[in-house]
């Protein structure tokens, strides 16, 4: 397994990532971009903590932005990505704050990891602690039918994640009759992914997640609460 990219669980700031907001808002979409706690302040499962604290003051605040609670959707980008996968296929996370992944409206992961053990990274080892908790950190294993829509996302181009994650997790997703789409960009590799939600003309990020995100509810919500 090649280290998944991006910060790693270990750093980024959300400030970095205001021209996704721009770019989301500007379509139409009412964006919150969260923080979370990265290593070594909060090793795994502390991210994930995070991340459902956020989803809980998403769905509970978004009224008051002119936002529908009904209507809420995950988006991550490599590690980001593994933790809202998953937030979405483990239930305990969202759980724990009075939620369950059908009230999500969707997610969408953009060049994930989702099955990436074992881990041979001696960083990754760190934030994921013994190897008897690995398997925890794995959206993959966690997928069993009760999952909002995915839109899945990866260049095959990528050298920082293996594409072959999307892919099985799309399998994965399918196979248990959750609704799925999983698209591959020729070419793209895992930063240039991203940098397509800034610049349309590098990568069709931007176009593919506003689809999804603006669908209507009946073709994007798959299952009832």
């Known amino acids: 397994m090649r280290s998944p990219g991006g910060g790693s669980w270990r750093s980024g700031e959300r400030s970095e990532y205001a021209f996704v907001g721009n770019a989301l808002a500007a379509r139409g979409v009412l964006t919150l971009v969260a923080d979370y706690r990265k290593f ?33 959707f995950l988006v991550g980008h490599s590690a980001g990505s593994q933790i ?8 305990r996370y969202l759980a724990a704050v009075g939620l369950k992944p059908r009230d999500l409206a969707g997610v969408v992961g953009i060049a994930g990891p989702y099955d990436f053990l074992p881990l041979t990274d001696p960083k990754l080892v760190e934030v994921f602690g013994p190897q008897a908790e690995w398997p925890a950190s794995q959206p993959i294993r966690f997928v069993d039918g009760d999952e909002p829509p995915f839109l899945l996302l990866h260049g095959d181009g990528d050298r920082i994640v293996d594409p072959r994650n999307s892919r099985v997790m799309a399998e994965r997703l399918k196979t248990a009759g959750v609704s799925v789409t999983y698209k591959t960009y ?28 603006l669908a209507p509810p009946s073709s994007v919500t798959g299952h009832k609460s």
């Open 40 to 72: 070594p302040q909060a090793p795994f499962p502390g991210f994930e903590e995070d991340a459902a604290q956020a989803t809980r003051w998403t769905i509970d605040h978004a009224p008051e932005f002119g936002g529908d609670p009904r209507r809420v």
């Open 186 to 213: 020729p070419g793209i590799g895992h930063f240039r992914i991203l940098a397509g939600l800034r610049y349309p003309s590098l990568a069709p990020t931007l176009g593919d997640v506003v689809d999804f995100l």
């Open 84 to 91: 809202v996968g998953l937030l979405a296929t483990d239930a």
